[in-house]
């Protein structure tokens, strides 16, 4: 006589894979998302840094006196950049960056940025550029008068998770690099969440 299953036997063992799938499937889909995010940050961040390098050599290796106000970044970063699509101040929320974004504790960022010019990329990147100091001497959360400007990047757009430290970073133009908030010319601190884009050069993980 051949042994088989019993019904209850099938039932009991499929809601052991259920409980065990329910534990575990959270922790390896949030696991993938940050990567994808790291890789993401790492090749925006790569090609700001190379848009900066160039907009400097063709101005005589300087970024002072390139923008006058807030309008003029998303005008310039444009040039050095393949197929971006421009959003005029004013109507970025909603369509160039989310209308709700939040801190990693759950609350909700505050500040509008439907005001601020902005760029969105082919790969769905969102731009914010905020407008510092023409002659690049801004003391604006830097610990040396060096700041032209800041570019807060949403990795993937108004797309989830929209929060600061996963898919939202600051990055400042200065007058000699573009320089990750949170990083030690700043005053911001690396293990908060407006820090985490020094965080992530550094450490290159999202441990937190």
């Known amino acids: 006589m051949r042994k088989a299953f019993t019904l209850a036997e099938v039932l009991i063992t499929l809601g052991?894979?259920?409980?065990?799938?329910?534990m575990t499937l959270p922790a390896l889909?949030?696991?993938?998302?940050?990567?994808?995010?790291?890789?993401?940050?790492?090749?925006?961040?790569?090609?700001?840094s190379q848009v900066y390098m160039k907009i400097k050599a063709d101005n005589g290796g300087t970024f002072e006196g390139l923008c006058?106000?807030?309008?003029?970044?998303p005008v310039l970063f444009a040039k050095y950049m393949k197929k971006v699509e421009v959003c005029e101040a004013g109507t970025a929320s909603g369509k160039c960056w989310a209308k709700?974004?939040?801190?990693?504790?759950?609350?909700?960022?505050?500040?509008?940025e439907s005001s601020s010019a902005s760029l969105i990329?082919?790969?769905g990147t969102s731009m914010l550029f905020y407008f510092m100091s023409e002659s690049c001497d801004s003391t604006n959360e830097l610990k040396e008068p060096i700041g032209c400007g800041r570019i807060r990047v949403d990795l993937n757009g108004i797309k989830k998770?929209?929060?600061v430290?996963?898919?939202?970073?600051?990055f400042y133009v200065t007058k000699d690099a573009l320089i990750a908030r949170g990083s030690e010319k700043t005053?911001?601190?690396?293990?908060?969440?407006?820090g985490r884009a020094a965080y992530l050069l550094q450490n290159g993980k999202m441990d937190y």
């Open 161 to 163: 998770p929209n929060v």
């Open 187 to 194: 005053t911001a601190n690396m293990t908060a969440d407006w």
């Open 100 to 112: 709700d974004w939040y801190y990693t504790n759950g609350s909700k960022v505050s500040s509008q």
């Open 16 to 22: 052991i894979i259920g409980v065990v799938a329910a």
């Open 165 to 170: 430290g996963r898919d939202i970073f600051d």
């Open 121 to 123: 990329l082919p790969s």
């Open 29 to 48: 889909v949030n696991k993938t998302q940050n990567q994808e995010l790291i890789t993401s940050f790492k090749k925006v961040y790569s090609e700001l």
């Open 68 to 73: 006058k106000s807030e309008a003029d970044y």
